[in-house]
C-alpha cells in the first residue's frame, strides 16, 4: 500500500510541537491512531510505527512531547520529563493538542480512533482515558501507571499494556497498582509481562547513554507490536 506522510507543527504544553503523519492510500475516511513516543522523544522509530500502521489501513501521527527536541542526555530527560508525569493535566494537554490535529484530518474518521503510548506516551495516552475521551483502545508498552483516584472509571474502551518482567522503572508493585486501578473501575484490561525483558525493550538500541535497566529484547519487541497490532485488529479494525 501507498503511504502518504507529512509532518505538522502545533502548539502544545507551551512547546511547538513536531508531529509526523501516516496516511494510508485513497481519499476515504479510515480508522486512526494516535503514537506516543518516549520521554527522550518522537524519533524515526516511532515516524515508522506510524508508517506502518498507514500501510495497515490506518491514518496514524505519531506525536510530539519534547518540542521537536529528542534528549541524548538520560539525565535531562529526566528533568524534563519527571514533573510532567506527575501532572496528569499536562499530560492530558499534550494528548488533547494530538487528539485535536488527529481529528482535523480529512481522512480520519473521528469515531474510530484508537491510541498507543511507549512510555512517556503510553502515560499520556492513559491519561486521555481517564479523562473521559472516546476511543475505541487504548495500548501502553513500558507504562504501567496510575492516575488520580478512582478516574480510571471514566476509561471507555479496552486497555491493553505491555511490560517487561525485570523493568526496574515498572517494577512488580507498579504492575500490581495499575492493575488493582483497573480492576477496580471496572475496565476491560489485559496486562503482558514479557519475561526478561527491561525498560525499553521495544526500542532498538541507541548510541547514547541510557539509563540504567534499558535494554533492547528483540524477541519481545516482535511479540509486543504484533500484540499492538492485534489489539487494533480487535477494537478499531480497519475493514469495520
Do not use: K
Request: with cysteine; aromatic share 6%; glycine share 12%.
Amino acid at each position: 500500500m501507498t503511504v502518504t506522510t507529512r509532518t505538522v507543527a502545533y502548539p502544545a504544553d507551551g512547546l511547538t510541537m513536531i508531529g509526523h503523519f501516516a496516511l494510508p492510500a485513497g481519499a476515504d475516511r479510515r480508522p486512526a491512531v494516535l503514537i506516543g513516543p518516549e520521554g527522550p522523544g518522537l524519533n524515526d522509530f516511532q515516524r515508522r510505527r506510524a508508517d506502518a500502521l498507514a500501510d495497515l489501513g490506518y491514518v496514524a501521527l505519531a506525536f510530539d512531547i519534547n518540542g521537536g527536541r529528542w534528549f541524548t542526555d538520560p539525565q535531562e530527560m529526566l528533568a524534563h520529563v519527571t514533573p510532567l508525569l506527575a501532572d496528569p493535566d499536562r499530560m492530558r494537554g499534550i494528548g488533547h493538542a494530538a487528539l485535536d490535529v488527529l481529528r482535523a484530518e480529512p481522512r480520519t474518521d473521528p469515531d474510530r480512533i484508537a491510541a498507543v503510548g511507549y512510555g512517556t506516551g503510553g502515560a499520556i495516552v492513559l491519561e486521555l482515558g481517564r479523562d473521559g475521551v472516546d476511543l475505541r483502545a487504548i495500548g501502553t508498552v513500558n507504562a504501567v501507571t496510575t492516575g488520580r483516584p478512582g478516574e480510571a472509571a471514566r476509561i471507555r474502551c479496552p486497555v491493553w499494556a505491555g511490560v517487561g518482567s525485570q523493568d526496574p522503572i515498572m517494577p512488580p508493585a507498579q504492575r500490581e497498582a495499575f492493575a488493582a486501578d483497573m480492576q477496580a473501575a471496572g475496565v476491560d484490561w489485559r496486562l503482558t509481562v514479557y519475561g526478561g525483558a527491561l525498560h525499553a525493550f521495544h526500542h532498538p538500541p541507541v548510541d547514547q547513554a541510557v539509563l540504567p535497566g534499558v535494554g533492547h529484547h528483540p524477541r519481545h519487541a516482535e511479540r509486543a507490536w504484533r500484540d499492538v497490532v492485534d489489539l487494533l485488529a480487535e477494537c478499531v479494525p480497519v475493514t469495520e
